[in-house]
């Protein structure tokens, strides 16, 4: 609509307004002629009369007694005398006028022979068409064009009658428009004569299958239809030319009587049956229509209802003038007549204004483009673009590679965790049979740290003391993981708490800085080197009583007071609130100790095998169960899975890992609390197939580095997928946030930089790089908070209308590990701004899109229709109706696929639901995650590089957040 202005713009917006509204019945009318001269010589009695404009009456008064109905409705009755001006001005002129305001338009003539269907609808063409030249005249703001094509249907062939050519026309279906009538003739109208030499040519060519059959009676169906274009002057020859083409149809039926009444036999038999045919089809679409639009309408049944087809239920306003002969010898027709008309009332049709965009104008655009291309390509300046291009590409290119070699250095440190790991859990069964003289000497080195003064952080020498009192313990006891592997009987607590360690005093301890950094590493899921761990755990004599003491006097303050972050029900983040953490501190007995190193040992195992599941959504039980064997003594095969991908990497593989106690201390882990695990962990798991084996990093780490980073980015761009945001488009938004909130947090403390040296621990907690800490105080604790945190992210998403990809993206990478704890909380902030300012009515900014709560909500179901029209591609069919099966879907029902999309992560309560959804999700996006190994590739992970104890890593944990 764009090329018509003005009023008459409005004037056609009323009109397609009204049209396009709603439906509207088709409009019958009633039209008696006058008795023919024959009928007056044959003494015929007037059995019809026009009681008023609405009511026809037949008053026969014997015939009234057959319970046939004598009084008949319709929008209006015109009488024998009643000029056929009057019948178009009353009647059939606003239908047919309508096709100047770009709407279709068809008025029928029905009626028995000689009832005046001629008669009439040649007065109606003629009427119309000087009405369509006088609105012409009248708007020359516009630019018109006019065509005419004829038609005749006889015996089930369709004529072109301007056309000398007797061919028959074939009918075809076209997908937009309907049926189209081959080679039909349009001839555009020049002027008015014009026409009336095109009216005596269809008059002759009709009479050529009159004459030889009916000299009375017309035996074929004509349709004359004339088509309008308009333009707006203004805008012709412009791109945005738009033009209005409808088409008026005026049709002219054959004589409705029966066959039988026809009198006929041979051809004329034939005749009365096609005739039959097709106004019995005719009448049936009609009486099918008047009942409503339900069930099959059949069309196709005869060419007159095909043709006819939009102007009968469809986009066209209609008009049916039913003409009667008075006479009481055509009673019975002219009461068949009315009949119809009866039905044809009820029929409604829905009209549109038909707006289309004029072959010139559209040429005329296409013609700009393809020059305007040609001359950018023929500019110089498109020369530079592509130079910046590749620039940009080269710089892109660089990135990458350099992204490679950090995932390099990233699978090396795996590597060395997972060799402490082994190595720690090697150990620490041996760490149980200390040997009373390694202790003593160990005691003795702290005794002597701590008379020094070395109670004071601050004091570099002190610590420097200590460790060296530690590497003194290390060096002097070369065989001491051979003794602990040769009496494992005697890896008891006793032989800690009961030996030399008790003979200590109450003031002494032997937690030097060095042992409590070491400790956060741990629990950073950084291995330390295991005999290290064990020397800690020997030198700690964590008297309860002097706990506080320790911390209010020795200036480890800094240690146990934490800040740790407060969230409301809501998720708010209130406040970061110092406060005691109940973490190592607090383990003041060799079995708490003995935990802590465990959850160290978990943290671990979480990242070296970040899958565990239970049954594979898409597996069957057997293959879900065949691949579940590992243990956390068996780290290099853990790292293998992980690095390989398995054929199966499900999550299945670790909540065996989990569910099957592993030989050694894990046996008394207690691990994630059973309601957490259970939950937590029922993620469907993502099968990389073929792309498996080429995860591995084998023997080749920087070659096949590469390989991998691109194996991994490349499952997450699938070509043909631009609606999906892809993973690293998700991370890099993450991160950037996380860049922001922490940066904050970095400037404040900036100047605590200096005192690094001095605290580390407190400035590691401080800066809210070590979450585990800081969110739950006790890590133990740090999975049920976890869980908790989710719930409420899951819940805001649901408010806020958040993509599904973007909540499967963060439901799968972020589940549990200690550091995720920065991204849940990045995560819940933002959420809760996007809350806040949509509860308060105002618009979010994001990624320079302007958001509402009403525009993600639309967004929202965009993205569902679109993961609707994945289903059926990245879905086997027994994957689809398995899901379909569980969600309750029938197999049967229509639109299942959108279904399913609807009900994607629409339970926030049910972690079951939103696993699953996740995995569906993941699966339809193609999203093949790796949990730690993505997150390490693309830097998500927290985890800081391997610690030296004398240097201190937090910046290279800044490095990985930006
Ligand atoms: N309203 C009328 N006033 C005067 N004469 C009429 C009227 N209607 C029809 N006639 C005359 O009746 C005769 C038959 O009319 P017409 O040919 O239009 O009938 P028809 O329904 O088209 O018949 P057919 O089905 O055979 O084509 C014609 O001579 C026509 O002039």
């Known amino acids: 609509?764009?090329?018509?202005?003005?009023?008459?713009?409005?004037?056609?917006?009323?009109?397609?307004?009204?049209?396009?509204?709603?439906?509207?019945?088709?409009?019958?009318?009633?039209?008696?002629?006058?008795?023919?001269?024959?009928?007056?010589?044959?003494?015929?009695?007037?059995?019809?009369?026009?009681?008023?404009?609405?009511?026809?009456?037949?008053?026969?008064?014997?015939?009234?007694?057959?319970?046939?109905?004598?009084?008949?409705?319709?929008?209006?009755?015109?009488?024998?005398?009643?000029?056929?001006?009057?019948?178009?001005?009353?009647?059939?002129?606003?239908?047919?006028?309508?096709?100047?305001?770009?709407?279709?338009?068809?008025?029928?003539?029905?009626?028995?022979?000689?009832?005046?269907?001629?008669?009439?609808?040649?007065?109606?063409?003629?009427?119309?068409?000087?009405?369509?030249?006088?609105?012409?005249?009248?708007?020359?703001?516009?630019?018109?064009?006019?065509?005419?094509?004829?038609?005749?249907?006889?015996?089930?062939?369709?004529?072109?009658l301007l056309s000398t050519d007797n061919t028959p026309l074939r009918l075809l279906d076209d997908p937009e428009r309907g049926t189209v009538i081959e080679r039909l003739t349009e001839e555009t109208l020049r002027d008015w004569s014009h026409l009336k030499e095109l009216l005596s040519i269809c008059a002759a060519q009709r009479q050529i299958g009159e004459t030889s059959l009916n000299e009375t009676s017309s035996r074929s169906h004509q349709i004359l239809r004339l088509t309008i274009e308009s333009s707006a002057r203004e805008f012709i020859g412009k791109d945005n030319s738009t033009t209005l083409a409808a088409s008026v149809n005026f049709v002219d039926l054959a004589g409705s009587e029966r066959a039988s009444q026809a009198l006929s036999v041979g051809q004329r038999l034939k005749e009365g049956c096609h005739i039959n045919r097709?106004?019995?089809?005719?009448?049936?679409?009609?009486?099918?229509?008047?009942?409503?639009?339900?069930?099959?309408?059949?069309?196709?049944?005869?060419?007159?209802?095909?043709?006819?087809?939009?102007?009968?239920?469809?986009?066209?306003?209609?008009?049916?003038?039913?003409?009667?002969?008075?006479?009481?010898?055509?009673?019975?027709?002219?009461?068949?007549?009315?009949?119809?008309?009866?039905?044809?009332?009820?029929?409604?049709?829905?009209?549109?204004?038909?707006?289309?965009?004029?072959?010139?104008?559209?040429?005329?655009?296409?013609?700009?483009?393809?020059?305007?291309?040609?001359?950018?390509?023929?500019?110089?300046?498109?020369?530079?673009?592509?130079?910046?291009?590749?620039?940009?590409?080269?710089?892109?290119?660089?990135?990458?590679?350099?992204?490679?070699?950090?995932?390099?250095?990233?699978?090396?440190?795996?590597?060395?965790?997972?060799?402490?790991?082994?190595?720690?859990?090697?150990?620490?069964?041996?760490?149980?049979?200390?040997?009373?003289?390694?202790?003593?000497?160990?005691?003795?080195?702290?005794?002597?740290?701590?008379?020094?003064?070395?109670?004071?952080p601050h004091d570099a020498g002190g610590r420097l003391r200590k460790s060296r009192a530690n590497q003194y313990c290390k060096r002097d006891n070369p065989g001491e993981e051979v003794s602990r592997r040769q009496s494992p009987e005697q890896n008891s607590k006793h032989s800690i708490l009961d030996g030399d360690l008790s003979s200590m005093s109450n003031g002494q301890r032997c937690i030097s800085e060095a042992t409590i950094r070491e400790q956060e590493e741990l629990v950073a899921g950084v291995g330390e080197d295991s005999d290290e761990i064990c020397k800690e755990v020997r030198c700690i004599e964590m008297d309860k009583s002097n706990e506080d003491n320790d911390t209010e006097n020795d200036g480890r303050t800094s240690v146990s007071s934490i800040p740790g972050n407060q969230y409301t029900e809501d998720g708010e983040l209130l406040s970061t609130i110092p406060r005691r953490t109940s973490g190592f501190e607090n383990s003041s007995t060799y079995g708490a100790l003995e935990q802590n190193v465990q959850l160290v040992q978990n943290t671990i195992d979480s990242l070296i095998t970040p899958y565990p599941d239970k049954h594979s959504l898409w597996d069957s039980p057997a293959t879900a169960s065949g691949s579940r064997s590992l243990k956390l003594t068996r780290?290099?095969?853990?790292?293998?899975?992980?690095?390989?991908?398995?054929?199966?990497?499900?999550?299945?593989?670790?909540?065996?890992?989990?569910?099957?106690?592993?030989?050694?201390?894990?046996?008394?882990?207690?691990?994630?609390?059973?309601?957490?695990?259970?939950?937590?962990?029922?993620?469907?798991?993502?099968?990389?197939?073929?792309?498996?084996?080429?995860?591995?990093?084998?023997?080749?780490?920087?070659?096949?580095?590469?390989?991998?980073?691109?194996?991994?980015?490349?499952?997450?761009?699938?070509?043909?997928?631009?609606?999906?945001?892809?993973?690293?488009?998700?991370?890099?938004?993450?991160?950037?946030?996380?860049?922001?909130?922490?940066?904050?947090?970095?400037?404040?403390?900036?100047?605590?930089?200096?005192?690094?040296?001095?605290?580390?621990?407190?400035?590691?907690?401080?800066?809210?790089?070590?979450?585990?800490?800081?969110?739950?105080?006790?890590?133990?604790?740090?999975?049920?908070?976890?869980?908790?945190?989710?719930?409420?992210?899951?819940?805001?998403?649901?408010?806020?209308?958040?993509?599904l990809v973007h909540r499967t993206y963060f439901f799968l990478l972020f589940r549990g590990e200690p550091m995720d704890s920065i991204y849940m909380e990045v995560e819940l902030r933002r959420l809760f701004f996007l809350k806040e300012t949509f509860s308060r009515g105002n618009p979010v900014v994001q990624d320079g899109r302007t958001l509402t709560l009403a525009s993600s909500l639309k967004a929202l179901l965009r993205e569902r229709q679109m993961l609707s029209r994945l289903i059926n591609k990245r879905l086997t069919t027994d994957e689809r109706n398995s899901i379909y099966h569980r969600w309750g879907i029938s197999l049967n029902s229509k639109q299942r696929r959108l279904q399913l999309a609807q009900r994607l992560w629409s339970n926030t309560e049910d972690l079951d639901h939103v696993s699953e959804s996740a995995a569906i999700v993941a699966k339809l996006i193609r999203f093949s995650h790796q949990g730690q190994a993505i997150k390490e590739m693309f830097g998500l992970s927290f985890t800081p590089p391997r610690l030296s104890r004398r240097s201190f890593g937090w910046k290279n944990s800044k490095v990985s957040l930006l």
């Open 1 to 160: 609509m764009g090329a018509i202005g003005g009023e008459e713009l409005m004037k056609w917006e009323k009109m397609q307004g009204m049209a396009n509204g709603g439906e509207e019945k088709i409009l019958v009318l009633v039209r008696l002629r006058p008795l023919s001269d024959k009928e007056i010589l044959r003494n015929e009695v007037l059995d019809w009369e026009c009681i008023n404009e609405t009511t026809i009456l037949y008053r026969n008064s014997l015939q009234e007694r057959s319970g046939l109905p004598s009084v008949y409705s319709f929008d209006r009755v015109f009488r024998g005398d009643c000029p056929t001006r009057k019948v178009y001005d009353d009647g059939a002129k606003e239908i047919a006028l309508s096709v100047v305001s770009g709407i279709n338009s068809t008025i029928f003539a029905y009626g028995q022979t000689s009832s005046g269907k001629t008669y009439t609808m040649n007065g109606i063409t003629e009427y119309t068409v000087a009405d369509i030249y006088d609105y012409i005249q009248k708007h020359e703001e516009r630019a018109f064009v006019l065509k005419f094509a004829a038609m005749e249907i006889y015996n089930e062939v369709v004529r072109d």
């Open 278 to 456: 097709s106004l019995l089809t005719l009448g049936t679409v009609i009486r099918k229509l008047s009942k409503g639009r339900n069930g099959h309408v059949n069309y196709r049944d005869s060419k007159l209802t095909r043709i006819l087809q939009p102007s009968l239920g469809g986009n066209a306003r209609t008009a049916i003038i039913c003409t009667l002969s008075p006479a009481r010898s055509h009673v019975e027709q002219s009461r068949n007549t009315l009949l119809f008309a009866s039905c044809a009332k009820e029929v409604s049709t829905s009209a549109q204004v038909n707006v289309v965009m004029s072959d010139k104008a559209l040429v005329k655009h296409l013609q700009r483009e393809v020059a305007r291309l040609e001359s950018e390509l023929r500019t110089p300046g498109s020369i530079n673009d592509y130079t910046a291009l590749l620039r940009k590409k080269d710089l892109e290119i660089e990135k990458l590679e350099k992204e490679v070699r950090e995932l390099t250095k990233q699978l090396d440190l795996a590597q060395s965790r997972i060799e402490d790991l082994q190595r720690m859990v090697g150990n620490d069964q041996a760490s149980r049979q200390w040997d009373t003289q390694e202790k003593k000497m160990c005691e003795a080195e702290c005794s002597i740290s701590e008379s020094s003064g070395e109670t004071d």
């Open 635 to 803: 780290s290099r095969s853990c790292r293998a899975t992980l690095m390989a991908g398995s054929s199966s990497p499900d999550f299945g593989t670790l909540e065996d890992c989990e569910a099957t106690p592993p030989d050694g201390l894990e046996k008394n882990f207690p691990g994630r609390p059973e309601g957490f695990r259970r939950k937590h962990w029922n993620i469907p798991p993502f099968t990389f197939g073929a792309n498996a084996a080429r995860l591995s990093r084998n023997n080749s780490q920087s070659s096949n580095g590469s390989a991998f980073v691109d194996e991994l980015k490349s499952q997450n761009n699938n070509p043909g997928d631009e609606d999906i945001p892809s993973v690293d488009t998700f991370i890099a938004g993450l991160k950037e946030m996380a860049k922001h909130q922490y940066a904050n947090k970095m400037d404040n403390q900036d100047q605590r930089t200096d005192r690094i040296a001095e605290s580390p621990g407190k400035i590691l907690k401080d800066i809210g790089l070590d979450p585990l800490l800081e969110s739950s105080g006790d890590p133990l604790q740090w999975p049920l908070e976890f869980e908790r945190l989710r719930g409420l992210i899951i819940g805001h998403w649901q408010t806020c209308n958040v993509s």
